[in-house]
């Protein structure tokens, strides 16, 4: 199975909103309400950001929201802080009941 | 307090065996898959498989079949990942994190280098 595409780099000030996207095929995202988004700063463990593709779990702002469109799920995060500057992983759910993650996007805020 | 606390950092050479741990805690260990990342240096997230420690039940990823063993003892809530020869492209971060449809507790993540 091929990971998931994301763009490497994304960036905008605070206060701005920004768009990851993640683009896989009709055999993961397009066939399950199971995409997922993870934060990770540098030197620590991953953290679930939302799940199912737009919910957000207990304790993460509500800044940040999921969507998803045919094979293409989004993370959206609005009103950016410079907390936000980290790295975002996308995953899905497969067919072959395995998970896939996406290459991951570096968000830096300027 | 759902935690998952993994076994420490080791260093290795190729050709060597290995296993780490990921003990469970705060929840019931038994409902809930537990799941393996593999994150190489400067790289992004790999998913190496699953298991569940009800009964053992175990998924790999084609990418990891073969490769590496998971196991699990569910009388002390600890998972395991093992290799039987490691290699220096095994060198990475290894993190547990508990699965449903989605990874939402993870490990401290156990760093493993393997060289000669």
């Known amino acids: 199975q091929s990971a998931l595409t994301q763009p490497a780099s994304v960036s905008g000030s605070p206060g701005q909103s920004i768009t990851i996207s993640c683009s896989g095929t009709?055999?993961?995202?397009?066939?399950?309400?199971?995409v997922s988004w993870y934060q990770q700063h540098p030197g620590k463990a991953p953290k679930l950001m939302i799940y199912?593709?737009?919910n957000r779990p207990s304790g993460v702002s509500n800044r940040f929201s999921g969507s998803k469109s045919g094979n293409t799920a989004s993370l959206t995060i609005s009103g950016l802080q410079a907390e936000d500057e980290a790295d975002y992983y996308c995953?899905?759910?497969?067919?072959?009941?395995?998970?896939?993650f996406g290459g991951g996007t570096k968000l830096t805020v300027l | 307090e759902v935690q998952l606390v993994q076994s420490g950092a080791e260093v290795k050479k190729p050709g060597e065996s290995l296993k780490i741990s990921c003990k469970g805690s705060?929840?019931?260990?038994?409902?809930?898959?537990i799941g393996w990342v593999r994150q190489m240096p400067g790289k992004g997230l790999e998913w190496m498989g699953i298991?569940?420690?009800?009964?053992?039940?175990?998924k790999y990823s084609p990418s990891f079949q073969g490769q590496v063993t998971i196991s699990v003892d569910k009388s002390i809530s600890t998972a395991y990942l093992q290799w039987s020869s490691l290699k220096a492209s095994d060198t990475a971060i290894y993190y547990c994190a508990r699965t449903a449809s989605y990874l939402d507790y993870w490990g401290q993540g156990t760093l493993v280098t393997v060289s000669s």
């Open positions: 705060g929840y019931s260990f038994t409902n809930y898959w």
């Open positions: 298991i569940y420690p009800a009964d053992s039940n175990t």
């Open positions: 009709s055999s993961d995202i397009g066939g399950y309400n199971y």
């Open positions: 199912d593709v737009s």
């Open positions: 995953s899905s759910y497969t067919s072959s009941s395995t998970v896939v």
